[in-house]
């Protein structure tokens, strides 16, 4: 035993070491050795001896190093590496509705590529928009293609994507298994995951859209540094992602944040999102005498974005449509807060671009409807959320296993 103990040891301390220092250079731009070395507290040995086998599995890449005009220094210049940001890439995908949405991004984060593409069939009715008849076959055809033509438009070749991150509007436990319980989430559980294996060899990483709604708010929106909050997604349907001390909440089958118990608030009823419940009531309100100038948008179809800006231009019938959504807006923030109680609730998805005018009147309101009313903040992220929580997700993945994948540098044939 002592012996596999002294093999071992020595080779958990170098993959520490390695570990460490990839992990500075990742936060960082170009840094020397003596940097590294203050970082990690490895000696200058250890610490070129590790930046050169980061280099030689391709992590980093050492740059040249030239002294700015004038400056005279004695012997070498200092050695300096950075991040080779392109010796891999991650994938984030937004599986919604009516479409579904791949990005790529560089080990920075950096997008490179991006696509979008529908689902055929989505049914547009007055109230709701309902999945078209498609199967499961179908569906990730769609969804692979999009991923394809992101990877095309990047320029990187499906073998560089070291992990991908897929977002989906069900519940999904800790061990990727989707909560199939409703005729609503079987929409989604194709089994994205066994197939994207299949055809590409990828590790696929599947979470709920509003959990990485949550993860990609905390890194670049409204939440980044807050370890208590709650983002909504609010456009078609209600959903919720939930960090509470800095740990996203998952729940026994992944159903915490599920906002069915809004079917029980008063003056909510049910999970139909701010987008829906404005181009709902301004349809009610189109089919009345109601003198409105949301009329000249019947003909091809109110949206909820006719009705925020007909409300900025006095429309009557808009700006009550608003104050009902604020009203609606208030109780389920009040719900909300008051099973969780975080610092902060965001707003999230299309819808949070307009969303910003009911901040005030909802505030004025929450009070009504919890004793821990949380600051409000609208996501700048809009309907890009789950897409940046899912890049977030992926990257998260590729810095945890860092030394353990391997690296390809086949690029895109022409």
Known sequence: ??????????????????????????????VTVTEVMQATGLARATAISVCEELMERGWIRELENQRAFGEYQKGR???????????????GVDVGIAKATAVVSNLRGETVGRSSQPFPGVQIRAEERIPGQMTAEERLAV??????????????SADKVLTVSVGIAAPVDRNGEVLATQRFWELFDVDIKAAFQDLHGWTVMLENDANLAALG?????????????????SSERFGSGVIDGGRLLHGSHGGAGELAFLKQVEGVGDTFGIALMARTWAIEALAGKAK??????????????????????????????????????????????TIFNPELVVIGGAVAKSAGVLLEPIAERLKEFTATPPRIAVSPL????????????????????SLDLVLRTQEIAD
């Open 382 to 401: 809009e309907d890009s959320i789950v897409a940046v929580g899912a890049t977030r997700s992926a990257l998260d993945y590729v810095e945890k296993n």
């Open 292 to 337: 409105t100038s949301l009329r000249t948008h019947a003909q091809e179809g109110v949206e909820a974005e006719h009705v925020f800006a007909a409300a900025a231009d006095g429309d009557d019938v808009a700006v009550k449509i608003l104050d009902r959504l604020a009203d609606r807006m208030a109780r389920v923030i009040g719900a909300v807060a």
């Open 1 to 30: 035993m002592s012996s596999v103990i002294s093999t071992a040891g020595p080779q958990l301390l170098r993959r520490a070491s390695a570990s460490a220092v990839l992990d500075f250079i990742r936060a960082s731009r170009a």
């Open 217 to 233: 708010e905390r890194w670049r929106g409204a939440s980044a540094g807050v370890d208590d909050v709650v983002v909504i997604l």
């Open 77 to 91: 210049p200092a050695r300096r590496f950075e991040l080779n940001e392109s010796a891999g890439y991650v994938m």
């Open 143 to 156: 969804i692979d293609r999009t991923a394809m033509t992101a990877l095309q438009n990047a320029g990187v």
